[in-house]
């Protein structure tokens, strides 16, 4: 007995040190230019068509992640903030901040179909639940959520919301959880009854932004303005971590692979955080990535991390011809 809990043990920590080190172990591999006007916002990938697409403004750029050329655009978006893929249904979808709206479009030619109106204004996040089969559309200029049947294309409910959403995450179990920016806070929703169920307090976090979730443990990861990362129990809102990361993030990512977090920075860095085990972290790197490089998507299949930046040439002035992609991955 006493052997077998020696060899446990040692197994035990020979896990949790190669865990730490391939949290540890990222660096920036590539760096894509892909140039363009406008400003940007989420990442989305599509890991198994090897997409990259990017919210641009009044345009989708679709990269291609294997050889980080761009492969087309969706045309005729109007304040573009998310793209949300669903490749069963052959149709991805983006909202249209400055339009109220959100416009489906064909994946195979990225041809865009007519809008979808809705009763929220300014839809920013959006995520598809599979529990409700439906796209919900979080927005920030009339604290509310919106409910859009993918497949009529019509929006069929909403949800009311005490602060200003921003980002969101779905467990795919029927809840929903979204940043409320403007009150630190959580905010829980029954995606099938269609209301609010909880508020929690982020405190010390300040102006939260991106949202990541660990379905498995029950883990809410949310990134604040003020250079903190706060971790909460999604069964209860107890807050479990706060770790200290970049200012000004506008993203959050995890990876249940290799049990990292990361927190893309407007500062020029991207945290990286191991996962020891639901309730303990740990800052293992702040990787220098390029000046506002704030936003990514995180592909669970390779472990590497796609951020957008409006200079991705190591030097040169940030200008139109300059805007691209950034890669990190291990050594």
């Given at each position: 007995?006493?052997?077998?809990?020696?060899?446990?043990?040692?197994?035990?920590?020979?896990?949790?040190?190669?865990?730490?080190?391939?949290?540890?172990?990222?660096?920036?591999?590539?760096?894509?230019?892909?140039?363009?006007?406008?400003?940007?916002?989420?990442?989305?990938?599509?890991?198994?068509?090897?997409?990259?697409?990017?919210?641009?403004?009044?345009?989708?750029m679709?990269?291609?992640?294997?050889?980080?050329?761009?492969?087309?655009e969706?045309?005729?978006?109007?304040?573009?903030?998310?793209?949300?893929?669903?490749?069963?249904?052959?149709?991805?979808?983006?909202?249209?901040?400055?339009?109220?709206s959100?416009?489906?479009?064909?994946?195979?030619?990225?041809?865009?179909?007519?809008?979808?109106?809705?009763?929220?204004?300014?839809?920013?996040?959006?995520?598809?639940?599979?529990?409700?089969?439906k796209?919900?559309?979080?927005?920030?200029?009339?604290?509310s959520?919106?409910?859009?049947?993918?497949?009529?294309?019509?929006?069929t409910?909403?949800?009311?919301?005490?602060?200003k959403?921003?980002f969101?995450?779905?467990?795919?179990?029927?809840?929903?959880?979204?940043?409320?920016?403007?009150?630190?806070?959580?905010?829980?929703?029954?995606?099938?009854?269609?209301?609010l169920?909880?508020?929690?307090?982020?405190?010390p976090?300040e102006?939260?932004?991106?949202?990541?979730?660990?379905?498995?443990?029950?883990?809410?990861?949310?990134?604040?303005?003020?250079?903190?990362?706060?971790?909460?129990?999604?069964?209860?809102?107890?807050?479990?971590?706060?770790?200290?990361?970049?200012?000004?993030?506008?993203?959050?990512?995890?990876?249940?692979?290799?049990?990292?977090?990361?927190?893309?920075?407007?500062?020029?860095?991207?945290?990286?955080?191991?996962?020891?085990?639901?309730?303990?972290?740990?800052?293992?790197?702040?990787?220098?990535?390029?000046?506002?490089?704030?936003?990514?998507?995180?592909?669970?299949?390779?472990?590497?991390?796609?951020?957008?930046?409006p200079?991705?040439?190591?030097?040169?002035?940030?200008?139109?011809?300059?805007?691209?992609?950034?890669?990190?991955?291990?050594?």
């Amino acid at each position: 007995m006493k052997r077998f809990l020696i060899t446990a043990i040692a197994l035990a920590a020979t896990t949790a040190c190669l865990a730490t080190a391939s949290s540890a172990n990222y660096t920036l591999l590539e760096r894509h230019v892909l140039g363009g006007a406008g400003k940007w916002d989420y990442l989305t990938l599509d890991s198994a068509a090897q997409r990259l697409y990017i919210a641009r403004g009044d345009r989708v750029m679709v990269m291609d992640t294997q050889s980080g050329k761009l492969v087309g655009e969706v045309p005729g978006a109007n304040g573009a903030h998310r793209v949300v893929i669903l490749p069963d249904q052959h149709q991805g979808f983006v909202t249209n901040g400055h339009a109220n709206s959100v416009t489906p479009f064909d994946l195979a030619t990225l041809k865009p179909f007519p809008a979808i109106a809705i009763s929220g204004k300014d839809p920013d996040a959006m995520l598809f639940d599979l529990a409700t089969a439906k796209l919900w559309t979080f927005n920030g200029h009339s604290n509310s959520a919106s409910v859009i049947d993918p497949v009529s294309r019509k929006e069929t409910g909403s949800v009311a919301l005490p602060g200003k959403p921003e980002f969101a995450v779905t467990d795919d179990r029927g809840h929903l959880y979204v940043n409320l920016e403007d009150m630190a806070q959580i905010a829980e929703i029954d995606a099938k009854e269609g209301k609010l169920l909880a508020t929690w307090s982020l405190a010390p976090c300040e102006g939260p932004t991106g949202l990541a979730i660990d379905v498995a443990h029950q883990r809410l990861f949310s990134v604040c303005a003020n250079q903190k990362m706060v971790v909460l129990d999604a069964t209860n809102g107890h807050q479990v971590s706060v770790q200290t990361i970049g200012s000004d993030p506008d993203a959050a990512g995890y990876d249940a692979g290799t049990a990292t977090v990361f927190s893309s920075n407007a500062d020029g860095t991207l945290t990286i955080i191991h996962q020891a085990d639901a309730d303990h972290y740990s800052v293992v790197a702040n990787l220098a990535t390029a000046t506002n490089a704030r936003t990514l998507a995180v592909d669970t299949r390779s472990h590497r991390v796609y951020l957008a930046a409006p200079d991705v040439t190591a030097g040169a002035k940030a200008s139109q011809g300059t805007f691209g992609v950034l890669v990190v991955g291990a050594r």
